[in-house]
Protein backbone atom coordinates (compact mmCIF):
# COMPACT_ATOMS: atom_id res chain seq x y z
CA UNK A 1 0.00 0.00 0.00
CA UNK A 2 1.28 3.62 -0.77
CA UNK A 3 1.06 6.30 1.23
CA UNK A 4 -2.06 8.68 1.05
CA UNK A 5 -1.43 12.04 -0.75
CA UNK A 6 -1.51 14.48 1.70
CA UNK A 7 -4.03 17.91 -0.04
CA UNK A 8 -6.15 20.29 1.64
CA UNK A 9 -9.56 19.06 2.08
CA UNK A 10 -12.44 20.96 -0.10
CA UNK A 11 -15.95 21.39 0.78
CA UNK A 12 -16.54 19.10 -2.54
CA UNK A 13 -14.75 16.56 -0.03
CA UNK A 14 -17.54 16.61 2.49
CA UNK A 15 -20.66 14.26 1.31
CA UNK A 16 -17.49 11.52 1.06
CA UNK A 17 -16.07 12.47 4.46
CA UNK A 18 -19.43 12.86 6.49
CA UNK A 19 -20.59 9.63 4.65
CA UNK A 20 -17.95 7.68 6.47
CA UNK A 21 -16.95 9.44 9.87
CA UNK A 22 -19.74 7.35 12.29
CA UNK A 23 -18.21 4.18 11.14
CA UNK A 24 -14.53 5.33 11.65
CA UNK A 25 -14.98 7.09 15.04
CA UNK A 26 -17.08 3.86 15.97
CA UNK A 27 -20.19 6.03 17.32
CA UNK A 28 -22.58 8.83 15.71
CA UNK A 29 -19.65 11.61 15.18
CA UNK A 30 -21.15 13.48 11.97
CA UNK A 31 -23.33 15.74 14.22
CA UNK A 32 -19.78 17.27 15.21
CA UNK A 33 -18.62 18.19 11.68
CA UNK A 34 -21.04 20.60 10.07
CA UNK A 35 -20.57 21.47 6.34
CA UNK A 36 -19.44 24.74 7.63
CA UNK A 37 -15.88 23.72 8.70
CA UNK A 38 -14.81 22.35 5.18
CA UNK A 39 -16.43 25.43 3.68
CA UNK A 40 -14.17 28.04 5.48
CA UNK A 41 -11.71 26.27 7.34
CA UNK A 42 -10.43 24.50 4.12
CA UNK A 43 -7.12 26.27 4.15
CA UNK A 44 -5.66 25.01 7.02
CA UNK A 45 -7.41 21.06 6.94
CA UNK A 46 -6.60 18.31 5.15
CA UNK A 47 -6.83 15.13 3.51
CA UNK A 48 -5.17 11.89 2.60
CA UNK A 49 -6.30 10.49 -0.27
CA UNK A 50 -5.24 7.43 -1.63
CA UNK A 51 -4.09 6.58 -5.53
CA UNK A 52 -7.72 5.45 -6.06
CA UNK A 53 -8.97 8.60 -5.03
CA UNK A 54 -10.69 7.54 -1.69
CA UNK A 55 -10.25 9.10 1.25
CA UNK A 56 -7.75 7.54 4.02
CA UNK A 57 -7.71 10.19 6.93
CA UNK A 58 -8.59 13.70 7.41
CA UNK A 59 -8.17 16.91 9.92
CA UNK A 60 -10.41 19.93 10.41
CA UNK A 61 -8.31 22.45 11.81
CA UNK A 62 -8.30 26.06 12.32
CA UNK A 63 -5.90 29.09 13.32
CA UNK A 64 -7.77 30.96 15.85
CA UNK A 65 -9.14 34.19 14.96
CA UNK A 66 -9.09 35.24 18.93
CA UNK A 67 -6.45 33.51 20.58
CA UNK A 68 -3.30 34.89 19.06
CA UNK A 69 -0.81 32.82 18.29
CA UNK A 70 -3.17 29.26 19.00
CA UNK A 71 -4.29 27.41 16.06
CA UNK A 72 -7.25 23.47 17.26
CA UNK A 73 -7.73 21.07 15.88
CA UNK A 74 -11.91 20.30 15.67
CA UNK A 75 -11.63 16.93 14.44
CA UNK A 76 -8.95 14.05 12.92
CA UNK A 77 -10.09 10.90 11.70
CA UNK A 78 -8.14 7.76 9.79
CA UNK A 79 -9.92 4.68 7.80
CA UNK A 80 -9.78 1.75 9.59
CA UNK A 81 -7.64 0.25 7.38
CA UNK A 82 -5.05 3.11 7.39
CA UNK A 83 -4.47 2.76 11.40
CA UNK A 84 -1.49 2.30 12.72
CA UNK A 85 0.53 3.29 9.19
CA UNK A 86 1.45 6.53 11.00
CA UNK A 87 -1.03 8.26 9.05
CA UNK A 88 -2.70 10.53 12.11
CA UNK A 89 0.80 11.80 12.93
CA UNK A 90 1.42 12.36 9.30
CA UNK A 91 -2.01 14.43 9.30
CA UNK A 92 -0.79 16.53 12.70
CA UNK A 93 2.63 17.11 11.58
CA UNK A 94 1.27 18.64 8.46
CA UNK A 95 -0.85 20.33 10.38
CA UNK A 96 1.57 21.56 13.02
CA UNK A 97 3.74 23.03 10.18
CA UNK A 98 0.53 25.01 8.70
CA UNK A 99 0.17 26.70 12.32
CA UNK A 100 3.52 27.40 12.84
CA UNK A 101 3.71 29.35 9.23
CA UNK A 102 0.70 31.42 10.38
CA UNK A 103 2.10 32.43 13.35
CA UNK A 104 0.62 30.05 15.84
CA UNK A 105 2.84 28.76 19.08
CA UNK A 106 0.22 26.25 20.04
CA UNK A 107 -2.05 23.57 18.99
CA UNK A 108 -5.22 22.59 21.21
CA UNK A 109 -7.28 19.74 21.17
CA UNK A 110 -10.35 18.59 23.33
CA UNK A 111 -11.74 14.89 23.53
CA UNK A 112 -14.17 13.04 24.80
CA UNK A 113 -13.35 11.11 28.18
CA UNK A 114 -14.59 8.24 27.02
CA UNK A 115 -12.46 8.38 24.31
CA UNK A 116 -9.28 6.50 25.35
CA UNK A 117 -8.07 5.12 21.86
CA UNK A 118 -7.75 8.83 20.99
CA UNK A 119 -6.12 10.20 24.39
CA UNK A 120 -3.93 7.68 23.83
CA UNK A 121 -3.18 9.02 20.18
CA UNK A 122 -2.77 12.78 21.58
CA UNK A 123 -0.20 11.60 24.28
CA UNK A 124 1.60 9.44 21.77
CA UNK A 125 1.73 12.39 19.35
CA UNK A 126 3.13 14.62 21.93
CA UNK A 127 0.08 16.79 23.34
CA UNK A 128 0.18 17.72 27.23
CA UNK A 129 -2.96 17.41 29.39
CA UNK A 130 -4.07 20.87 29.69
CA UNK A 131 -4.27 21.13 33.65
CA UNK A 132 -7.56 21.94 35.20
CA UNK A 133 -7.53 25.21 36.98
CA UNK A 134 -6.19 25.20 41.07
CA UNK A 135 -6.92 27.70 43.44
CA UNK A 136 -3.80 27.07 45.44
CA UNK A 137 -0.44 26.40 43.87
CA UNK A 138 0.32 24.24 40.67
CA UNK A 139 0.08 20.04 41.58
CA UNK A 140 3.91 19.12 40.17
CA UNK A 141 2.64 16.16 40.00
CA UNK A 142 -0.64 16.66 37.56
CA UNK A 143 1.34 17.57 34.39
CA UNK A 144 3.22 14.60 32.15
CA UNK A 145 6.93 15.20 31.84
CA UNK A 146 7.12 16.24 28.04
CA UNK A 147 10.74 16.89 27.79
CA UNK A 148 11.58 13.56 26.09
CA UNK A 149 9.41 12.07 22.90
CA UNK A 150 6.97 8.97 24.37
CA UNK A 151 8.09 5.56 23.90
CA UNK A 152 6.46 4.41 20.87
CA UNK A 153 7.08 0.44 22.07
CA UNK A 154 4.27 1.89 25.42
CA UNK A 155 0.69 2.88 24.85
CA UNK A 156 0.51 6.04 27.09
CA UNK A 157 -1.39 6.17 30.59
CA UNK A 158 -4.80 7.78 30.48
CA UNK A 159 -5.66 7.22 33.81
CA UNK A 160 -6.20 10.54 35.89
CA UNK A 161 -6.38 12.80 32.80
CA UNK A 162 -7.48 16.03 33.99
CA UNK A 163 -11.70 16.20 32.79
CA UNK A 164 -13.18 19.69 31.79
CA UNK A 165 -16.46 19.61 33.42
CA UNK A 166 -18.86 20.64 31.10
CA UNK A 167 -17.04 22.38 28.51
CA UNK A 168 -18.82 21.64 25.56
CA UNK A 169 -22.24 22.15 27.42
CA UNK A 170 -24.21 20.40 30.09
CA UNK A 171 -23.15 17.02 30.26
CA UNK A 172 -20.27 17.51 27.46
CA UNK A 173 -17.06 16.65 29.43
CA UNK A 174 -13.59 17.08 27.82
CA UNK A 175 -10.17 16.29 28.21
CA UNK A 176 -8.34 19.15 26.53
CA UNK A 177 -4.25 18.90 25.12
CA UNK A 178 -1.84 21.38 24.38
CA UNK A 179 0.94 20.64 21.87
CA UNK A 180 3.59 23.54 22.20
CA UNK A 181 5.07 24.07 18.15
Excluded at 141 to 161: A, K, Q, V
Amino acid sequence: MTAPRIRALQESDYPSLIARVDDWWGRPAAHMLPRLFLRHFHSTSLAAVTDQGALAGFLVGFVSPSEPGEAHTHFIAVAPGHRGTGLGRVLYGRFFELAGKRGCRTVTAVVSPGNTRSQRFHLATGFAPVPLPSTGPPDPNSTPDTSSPPDPSSPPDTEGLPVWKDWDGPGEDRVRFSYAL
